[in-house]
Structure formats: C-alpha cells, structure tokens
C-alpha cells in the first residue's frame, strides 16, 4: 500500500487489527497497534474495542480491564461498545457475576446501556439457570423504556417459563 503512495489510516489498521483478533493472533494484532503508533497513526476507540473483544474471545478477560484502563489514560472514553463486548465474552464464558459488575461499573461512568447489553446478560443468566435474575434484567430494560429488540425473541428465549418471584 504505502509503495504505491497510500498512506495506511485508523481504518487500515483497524481492518487489520480485527482480522487478526478474528483469528485469536493477539500479539500480532498488539503488534500491528505499535506499528499503527509509530507511523503517527493514533489508535482510536475502536481499535481498542477490537482488541477488548479479541482477548474477551480468547477469554483473556485481564487484558480486557488493562485495555479499558489504557484507553481511560490515553483520554478515549470507553463506550456501549467497550463494555459490551467485555459484558458479552463474560456472559459466553458464564462469568455472571464479572458481567454485572461491568454493567454496573458502565452505569456508574455514565454509559447507556442498550438492548444488545441486557439481552447478553438475560441470556447469560438463563444459560446459568438463575431464571430470577433473567427477569431482574429484563424488568429494568422495561422499567427504563429500553426498546425491546424483538417479542419473538423473548417468547423463544422464555419458552414456557413460569415468572419466578
């Protein structure tokens, strides 16, 4: 690229950052970030929640914390995106608890959570078997008039279960 005169930007480098995060290359993609740097390139919120989400993959969830504390130093807010790919590789890894404290830590530094957010962590109680909390999650969604993203998908994702109080 930079042999025909182009100069890589944030999304060359971020398009292959996430390549390689898809492919669980972690150091190289951290690689690829110190290369991104030294062509005067900054890494950007979204490189970083690549990376967040490749080492959440990969359940590398320590790095996922050291990258959102990076980021806060380097001044780029976390965002929806940030915690939510570290709240869903939690919620996969059926680390519940971790996920909510997560969740609580984004409320508390004043990012909205979404429908995507509360619908890992109702799957993720579910999948865990803690039907209460399941419905703890969804009755704030709707206490807060978060959209619900589909009917369907809660009456699949309820089935038959009776509301447990």
């Known amino acids: 690229m930079e042999a025909l005169g182009l100069r890589p930007n944030n ?9 390689l995060c898809e492919m669980r290359n ?19 919120v979204q490189t970083y929640n690549t990376l967040i989400n490749g080492y959440g993959q990969s359940c590398l969830f320590d790095r996922c ?20 790919s570290l709240i869903n590789c939690l919620c996969k890894d059926g680390k519940i608890l971790e996920a909510e404290v997560v969740f609580g830590d984004m409320l508390h530094r004043g990012v909205v959570p979404n429908t995507q957010m509360y619908n890992m962590l109702i799957d993720g109680s579910c999948v865990a078997g803690n039907l209460k909390d399941a419905f703890r999650f969804f009755d704030e969604m709707v206490a807060k008039q978060i959209s619900l993203a589909s009917n369907i998908q809660y009456s699949n994702k309820w089935g038959s279960v009776k509301r447990v109080k």
Do not use: D
């Open 11 to 19: 999304v060359t480098y971020n398009s292959l950052v996430k390549k």
């Open 26 to 44: 972690m150091e190289e993609a951290e690689e690829c970030i110190k290369k991104m740097v030294e062509k005067g390139v900054p890494p950007n």
């Open 65 to 84: 914390f050291q990258i959102l504390e990076e980021m806060e130093k380097k001044e780029l807010k976390p965002n929806a995106v940030s915690y939510g």
